[in-house]
């Protein structure tokens, strides 16, 4: 069926082609095109349910040839894949539910990615015909996000209510709703906040449950903003919000005037004007949020904007100590990542304690080269056996605890590759973030060490596997040297550790563990 096709628009021909057999090999039909003109060429008669698109197209450029589509009601509701994204920097022109991924992204990278977004498709049109019957539906926030099932009401233009009951970090579960009248966007409320700033929030909801229900509104509009252009301004603050959480203040943080009333500006906008006169009654980041009228995001950037003017300032809190925080593995965005992932499969209202990240290592030494790394940055502990030297290569244990957020931890556990262990593993790899297969100075031969069990653990669902290999002083192998020399490898997610480096391994690390987030 045409709608099953997947359009492949790449100027790296080499890497498209690559991509198109590893998909078709998956069951998948494939086109590929060298520019974004063949590309809206093609579209525009086989109707592709899922685009990957590099960042920089020739021709029509990848923004461009999105908004056509999206224009297109026979086109519409396709994905889009963008390839070539750097970190920290948004897609351009991303609809709800696409996915984009950095320049250094391999083959089994982007084939992960294309069958997240085949999921979350079909996941969709499942949901679509339940709403196309004008009657009750529910489901998981896991399966679709708030902002993806809004988008549907708003193409099926139902009235009703959409009820949340979200599962948060702190394990609450409050309740949210957003009224729609023909699709579009009415009223909203979740907790103490109203309109967009309810809004807002209930887009951010990761974890949890939803129910609509079709009714009547007969309540004056709260929110008259066009339904897409609404929430893509939500999810350009809460992007926004995500890339520069780490600079906010906590929520916990005491917040007073660090000025006399006499020094304030006279002429200040209303939100900054807003804020300045709450102060006046809260006394906390998380009290003046929840107060003011505007979207949390935006306030949030006032208030930090103001303690950098000097005329507000913060109380101490209870936080990681400055140097720690500089060397923290994991920002805010990735945090909510990891805990909506250790949320799957948790009772409603239970709080995930950890998940877990298996570690397949060519010997015992470069397990050791690999912890001492660890062990420098603030957050991780190994495990006392671990450093006792007790852990040898065909123990199944744990190695480390890698602490996410003080609530949250991924535990490190050494998987053993001997064949005598091959009944464990796919009882060992079910639901953990991924397997690290761990190389040493002789990666071709690493490699076919670990053909067995890389075969094993990629029977898996979702599985996701990371090639680090540890580099001692004078080892120059490049990336293309190795995926030369490492069949098993191919363009799959592959990583460089320098044993000995001038570089702060904290730095190294967090790049490292940000391919790991899922």
Same mark, same amino acid.
């Given at each position: 069926?045409?709608?099953?096709?997947?359009?492949?628009?790449?100027?790296?021909?080499? !890497?498209?082609?690559?991509?198109?057999?590893?998909?078709?090999?998956?069951?998948?039909?494939?086109?590929?095109?060298?520019?974004? &003109?063949?590309?809206?060429?093609?579209?525009?008669?086989?109707?592709?349910?899922?685009?990957? /698109?590099?960042?920089?197209?020739?021709?029509?450029?990848?923004?461009?040839?999105?908004?056509?589509?999206?224009?297109?009601?026979?086109?519409?509701?396709?994905?889009?894949?963008?390839?070539?994204?750097?970190?920290?920097?948004?897609?351009?022109?991303?609809?709800?539910?696409?996915?984009?991924?950095?320049?250094?992204?391999?083959?089994?990278?982007?084939?992960?990615?294309?069958?997240?977004?085949?999921?979350? #498709?079909?996941?969709?049109?499942?949901?679509?015909?339940?709403?196309?019957?004008?009657?009750?539906?529910?489901? &998981?926030?896991?399966?679709?996000?708030?902002?993806?099932?809004?988008?549907?009401?708003?193409?099926?233009?139902?009235? %009703?209510?959409? /009820?949340? @009951?979200?599962?948060?970090?702190? %394990?609450?579960?409050?309740?949210?709703?957003?009224?729609?009248?023909?699709?579009?966007?009415?009223?909203?409320?979740?907790?103490?906040?109203?309109?967009?700033?309810?809004?807002?929030?209930?887009?951010?909801?990761?974890? %949890? =449950?939803?129910?609509?229900?079709?009714?009547?509104?007969?309540?004056?509009?709260?929110?008259?903003?066009?339904?897409?252009?609404?929430?893509?301004?939500?999810? $350009?603050?809460?992007?926004?919000?995500? $890339?520069?959480?780490?600079?906010?203040?906590?929520?916990?943080?005491?917040?007073?005037?660090?000025?006399?009333?006499?020094?304030?500006?006279?002429?200040?906008?209303?939100?900054?004007?807003?804020?300045?006169?709450?102060?006046?009654?809260?006394?906390?980041? &998380?009290?003046?949020?929840?107060?003011? !009228?505007?979207?949390?995001? #935006?306030?949030?950037?006032?208030?930090? *904007?103001?303690?950098? $003017?000097?005329?507000?300032?913060?109380?101490?809190? !209870?936080?990681?100590?400055?140097?720690?925080?500089?060397?923290?593995?994991?920002? =805010?965005?990735?945090?909510?990542?990891?805990?909506?992932?250790?949320?799957?499969?948790?009772? !409603?209202?239970?709080?995930?304690?950890?998940? +877990?990240?298996?570690?397949?290592?060519?010997?015992?030494? /470069?397990?050791?080269?690999?912890?001492?790394?660890?062990? +420098?940055?603030?957050?991780?502990?190994?495990?006392?056996?671990?450093?006792?030297?007790?852990?040898?290569?065909?123990?199944?244990?744990?190695?480390? @605890?890698?602490?996410?957020? %003080?609530?949250?931890?991924?535990?490190?556990?050494?998987?053993?590759?001997?064949?005598?262990?091959?009944?464990?593993?796919?009882?060992?790899?079910?639901?953990?973030?991924?397997?690290?297969?761990?190389?040493?100075?002789?990666?071709?031969?690493?490699?076919?060490?670990?053909?067995?069990?890389? +075969?094993?653990?990629?029977?898996?669902?979702? #599985?996701? *596997?990371?090639?680090?290999?540890?580099?001692?002083?004078?080892?120059?192998?490049?990336?293309?040297?190795? $995926? =030369?020399?490492?069949?098993?490898?191919?363009?799959?997610?592959?990583?460089?550790?320098? *044993?000995?480096?001038?570089?702060?391994?904290?730095?190294?690390? @967090? &790049?490292?563990?940000? @391919?790991?987030?899922?």
């Amino acid at each position: 069926m045409s709608s099953d096709l997947i359009l492949i628009a790449d100027g790296n021909l080499g !890497r498209g082609r690559r991509v198109a057999t590893a998909l078709e090999s998956a069951g998948h039909r494939c086109e590929v095109t060298p520019h974004g &003109s063949g590309a809206l060429e093609i579209a525009l008669v086989e109707h592709p349910r899922i685009f990957v /698109t590099q960042a920089d197209l020739p021709l029509v450029d990848c923004g461009k040839l999105a908004e056509i589509l999206r224009a297109n009601p026979r086109t519409r509701a396709a994905l889009f894949l963008f390839l070539g994204v750097e970190p920290g920097r948004q897609a351009p022109l991303g609809g709800i539910g696409d996915e984009s991924l950095p320049p250094n992204a391999g083959t089994n990278d982007i084939h992960d990615a294309v069958e997240v977004l085949i999921d979350r #498709q079909k996941r969709i049109e499942a949901l679509e015909e339940r709403a196309s019957n004008d009657r009750e539906f529910a489901g &998981s926030l896991e399966e679709l996000r708030p902002a993806e099932l809004l988008q549907i009401l708003n193409v099926r233009r139902l009235t %009703g209510r959409l /009820t949340f @009951r979200p599962i948060l970090r702190d %394990g609450s579960t409050p309740v949210g709703w957003v009224q729609l009248v023909e699709g579009e966007i009415h009223s909203a409320a979740a907790g103490p906040a109203a309109s967009e700033k309810a809004l807002f929030r209930v887009l951010d909801w990761v974890s %949890g =449950e939803f129910h609509f229900e079709p009714r009547e509104i007969d309540s004056k509009p709260t929110i008259t903003s066009p339904t897409r252009s609404v929430l893509a301004e939500g999810l $350009r603050q809460l992007y926004e919000w995500n $890339r520069l959480a780490p600079k906010f203040p906590p929520f916990e943080s005491p917040v007073k005037l660090a000025v006399d009333r006499g020094e304030l500006p006279t002429t200040v906008n209303p939100l900054t004007q807003e804020i300045l006169g709450l102060l006046e009654s809260q006394d906390r980041v &998380s009290d003046v949020v929840d107060n003011c !009228r505007h979207p949390d995001y #935006q306030v949030l950037r006032t208030i930090h *904007t103001l303690a950098e $003017r000097g005329i507000v300032e913060f109380g101490r809190v !209870r936080l990681a100590p400055p140097g720690a925080i500089t060397h923290a593995l994991f920002d =805010e965005a990735q945090v909510r990542r990891l805990r909506s992932f250790a949320a799957r499969g948790t009772a !409603r209202g239970q709080l995930p304690a950890s998940s +877990k990240l298996l570690l397949v290592a060519a010997n015992e030494a /470069t397990t050791e080269q690999f912890a001492s790394l660890l062990m +420098k940055v603030p957050g991780v502990e190994l495990s006392p056996r671990f450093e006792r030297g007790q852990v040898g290569s065909g123990d199944l244990e744990s190695l480390a @605890r890698i602490d996410v957020d %003080g609530d949250l931890f991924i535990d490190l556990v050494h998987l053993p590759n001997a064949g005598s262990f091959a009944a464990l593993w796919p009882f060992a790899g079910h639901q953990a973030l991924g397997t690290i297969f761990l190389f040493d100075a002789r990666p071709g031969a690493s490699a076919a060490g670990f053909a067995e069990i890389s +075969k094993e653990l990629s029977t898996l669902p979702n #599985q996701r *596997t990371f090639h680090v290999v540890m580099r001692g002083e004078g080892e120059g192998h490049s990336p293309d040297e190795l $995926r =030369e020399n490492m069949s098993l490898i191919d363009d799959a997610s592959l990583f460089l550790l320098p *044993t000995e480096s001038e570089k702060d391994p904290g730095s190294l690390l @967090r &790049s490292f563990f940000a @391919r790991i987030v899922p």
